[in-house]
């Protein structure tokens, strides 16, 4: 897919009057958090508010989000009216949303459906899948199918059907087959950068005021095993 723009160290995707889509990089925060550090909605209004001269405040709601060590698709709705579909839509579960992982430990099939109760531990912020439900337990579900067999990894392509807290992370995890330099579910070793092998690879989903089908693919990080995959 061709990239619009780096402006801004941004590398976007999909830009309109209503909505603007992003490639996540490693360590990008999508909404301010206690860390402090400058969020991807302050950048991706900059670039709005320096592109288009707008004076005073930028509008930019914030649809979703991905974890700080992953990589990929973000969207972000540039008018109100954008903001309430969109949400709508994600809360609907009416897009379809894509990853790609590197994991350690190939699965033992090929392709498969993994369903788990997830429970969060806010502690520490993680989750643990169970085969079983637990007391404050959610289910959590998706389809993964290999895509691509690697020296020492294995690259999987994963369809969610919830949207569950880490439910990616902590499947992957419980079928024995943790994402590579996800130290917090089980990798045996941290990527330089910090971030772990997960991409947020395509979202399809139907644009909230042309209603046109949008479909989105990110490309993966310049680095030696997204390269391979």
Same mark, same amino acid.
């Given at each position: 897919m $061709?990239?619009?723009?780096?402006?801004?160290?941004?590398q976007i995707?999909?830009?309109d009057?209503?909505?603007?889509?992003?490639?996540?990089?490693?360590?990008?925060? &999508?909404?301010g958090? $206690?860390?402090?550090?400058?969020?991807?909605?302050d950048?991706?209004?900059?670039?709005?508010?320096?592109?288009?001269n $707008?004076?005073?405040?930028v509008?930019?709601?914030?649809?979703?989000?991905? #974890?700080r060590?992953?990589?990929?698709?973000?969207?972000f709705?540039?008018?109100?009216?954008?903001?309430t579909?969109?949400?709508?839509?994600?809360?609907?579960?009416e897009?379809?949303?894509?990853y790609w992982?590197?994991?350690?430990? $190939?699965p033992?099939?090929?392709t498969?459906k993994l369903?788990?109760y997830?429970?969060?531990?806010?502690?520490?912020?993680?989750?643990?899948?169970?085969?079983?439900?637990?007391?404050?337990?959610k289910?959590?579900?998706?389809?993964?199918?290999?895509i691509?067999?690697l020296q020492?990894?294995?690259?999987?392509?994963i369809?969610l059907?919830? +949207?569950?807290?880490?439910?990616?992370?902590?499947q992957?995890?419980?079928?024995g087959?943790p994402?590579?330099g996800d130290?917090?579910?089980?990798?045996?070793?941290?990527?330089? #950068? +910090?971030?772990?092998?997960?991409?947020?690879?395509?979202?399809?989903f &139907?644009?909230?005021?042309?209603?046109?089908?949008?479909v989105?693919?990110?490309?993966?990080?310049?680095?030696?095993?997204?390269?391979?995959?």
């Amino acid at each position: 897919m $061709k990239v619009l723009s780096n402006k801004n160290n941004l590398q976007i995707l999909h830009e309109d009057n209503h909505i603007i889509v992003v490639n996540k990089r490693v360590g990008d925060i &999508v909404q301010g958090d $206690k860390t402090g550090d400058k969020p991807l909605s302050d950048v991706v209004k900059e670039y709005i508010k320096d592109k288009y001269n $707008k004076p005073g405040d930028v509008f930019l709601g914030v649809i979703h989000r991905l #974890d700080r060590p992953t990589t990929g698709i973000v969207v972000f709705a540039r008018t109100s009216k954008a903001l309430t579909r969109m949400n709508e839509m994600f809360s609907n579960r009416e897009t379809q949303k894509t990853y790609w992982a590197v994991v350690k430990n $190939k699965p033992i099939e090929t392709t498969a459906k993994l369903v788990h109760y997830l429970k969060r531990n806010e502690k520490n912020n993680t989750s643990k899948a169970h085969l079983k439900e637990v007391p404050d337990s959610k289910i959590a579900s998706l389809d993964y199918t290999i895509i691509k067999e690697l020296q020492n990894y294995t690259a999987l392509e994963i369809n969610l059907h919830t +949207g569950r807290h880490h439910q990616i992370r902590a499947q992957l995890a419980a079928i024995g087959s943790p994402i590579k330099g996800d130290l917090k579910y089980g990798a045996d070793r941290s990527n330089p #950068d +910090g971030g772990i092998h997960l991409h947020a690879r395509k979202l399809v989903f &139907v644009h909230p005021v042309s209603k046109e089908n949008i479909v989105i693919t990110a490309p993966t990080p310049d680095e030696t095993i997204w390269n391979a995959v």
